[in-house]
């Protein structure tokens, strides 16, 4: 009878154990199922994450290359225009003497005598003749250029006095009458208006009106000897560093419509001035003729 309660006991602890074992078998097992169930969405969510991204990667890669193409054009539209630009500049030096831009019987009128970028030439003119910039400032010698010119200029000429060299101004501004004595004054020398047109503007016609230009002189040396002066090479070398270009460089009328003028400089501002070195431009015309270009193309060289 005790073997018999034994046996019982023992069958019941042993059921009792099997009872929990598959308790926890079935909580393990749930878990089991409840991870792999949760890792299965992550998985999907995962997956469809990756796709998202991917596509939009790829949306991505297609707008970055369709502006890079964009880019390309306009860098190889600005290369073309300024190998086009050069061109002309260096096709100009190969034309004859006599081959220049001549006065016509109606001239353009600038549109802005008073921006910094005004171009006056045998085309383009003052409407009416007579204007005159109202912010002139000596510069000595009796002459005067327009304010923030002459500031550039004050600063460049003590720059080439601290460099040991000088230059003083022979004609800065000049005025409408002003200009109508010159012009008549070169008539006379050179005996017909032809040769006159070479060396001197028309009243109404010269950059001189603007004030931004200046002749300069060495002493004595006013004219073509300025070419072989020290002064000249440094000029050549630092003038745009103060905004100043040779407005009428050599070889360059049928552009310009004037025959070389080593002593005359005109300000166009710092930095048109170096980009004007930086692309090898040197007219004024050829290079706003440039700049209209980079405008039609959203490009901008003064960078």
């Not at 802005?112 to 171009?119: D, E, K, L, Q, R």
């Not at 070419?227 to 270009?245: D, K, M, N, Q, V």
């Amino acid at each position: 009878m005790q073997e018999n309660m034994n046996d019982i006991m023992k069958h019941m602890q042993i059921k009792k154990r099997l009872s929990q074992a598959i308790g926890r078998h079935f909580v393990c097992m749930s878990i089991i199922v409840f991870a792999i169930a949760s890792a299965s969405g992550f998985v999907g969510s995962a997956m469809y994450s990756v796709h998202r991204l991917t596509n939009e990667i790829r949306a991505r890669t297609i707008v970055a290359n369709e502006a890079y193409q964009r880019v390309q054009r306009v860098k190889q539209a600005r290369q073309a225009k300024l190998a086009h630009i050069r061109n002309a500049e260096a096709e100009a030096k190969r034309r004859p003497r006599a081959d220049v831009v001549h006065y016509s019987d109606t001239c353009t009128s600038v549109a802005n005598p008073a921006s910094i970028t005004v171009i006056v030439s045998k085309t383009h003119c003052f409407s009416p003749k007579k204007w005159q910039p109202n912010d002139l400032v000596s510069i000595g010698n009796n002459e005067y250029l327009r304010a923030e010119a002459a500031t550039h200029y004050i600063n460049m000429k003590q720059a080439i006095t601290a460099a040991g060299m000088s230059f003083s101004p022979s004609s800065a501004y000049r005025s409408y009458d002003d200009q109508v004595a010159v012009y008549d004054y070169w008539v006379t020398v050179n005996k017909n208006t032809d040769a006159a047109d070479l060396v001197s503007a028309r009243p109404g016609y010269s950059e001189h009106q603007t004030g931004l230009a200046v002749d300069v002189k060495l002493g004595s040396c006013a004219l073509e000897c300025f070419a072989t002066t020290p002064t000249y090479a440094w000029l050549r070398e630092h003038s745009a560093e103060y905004g100043f270009i040779q407005r009428y460089p050599e070889k360059l009328a049928s552009i310009t419509g004037y025959e070389t003028e080593v002593w005359h400089w005109r300000y166009v501002g710092v930095e048109i001035a170096q980009a004007m070195r930086r692309l090898g431009i040197e007219t004024l015309e050829l290079y706003m003729q440039f700049m209209d270009s980079e405008r039609k193309y959203g490009n901008s060289e003064n960078r």
